[in-house]
């Protein structure tokens, strides 16, 4: 099993940056798939990023070249680095991890972006 805390969020003026990060309870060295998911309300959750074998990623086009994810195997840490915030990125962002072909979530932490 592998519990999950997400920190970072928070309020931000557009254009700001916020930098999340999920801290996993274990070792994340063997955790292939590793990624930050996002709800607004009323719309579904979606995959915002992803990082697999802690190179390869993809990034959903609304965050193309503004979002960056990256992964701290020492820190058991995944990060979102979140530039050029954009009122429509606000929502609870939540870190997903794969492990043991289950998939495990974060409690997930609050952005707003005002204008």
């Known amino acids: 099993q592998v519990q999950l805390a997400e920190s970072g969020g928070g309020l931000v003026q557009a254009g700001g940056s916020l930098r999340l990060s999920c801290q996993a309870s274990?070792?994340?060295?063997?955790?292939?798939?590793m990624g930050w998911y996002r709800q607004a309300p009323g719309k579904q959750r979606e995959l915002v990023a992803g990082?697999?074998?802690?190179?390869?990623?993809n990034y959903a086009d609304s965050v193309k070249g503004r979002f960056t994810i990256s992964r701290d195997n020492a820190k058991n840490t995944v990060y979102l680095q979140m530039n050029s915030l954009k009122p429509e990125d606000t929502a609870v962002y939540y870190c997903?991890?794969?492990?043991?072909?289950?998939?495990?979530w974060g409690q997930g932490t609050q952005v707003t972006v005002w204008s």
């Open positions: 274990r070792s994340i060295f063997s955790i292939n798939v």
């Open positions: 990082i697999t074998g802690g190179t390869s990623t």
């Open positions: 997903n991890v794969v492990a043991y072909g289950l998939h495990y």
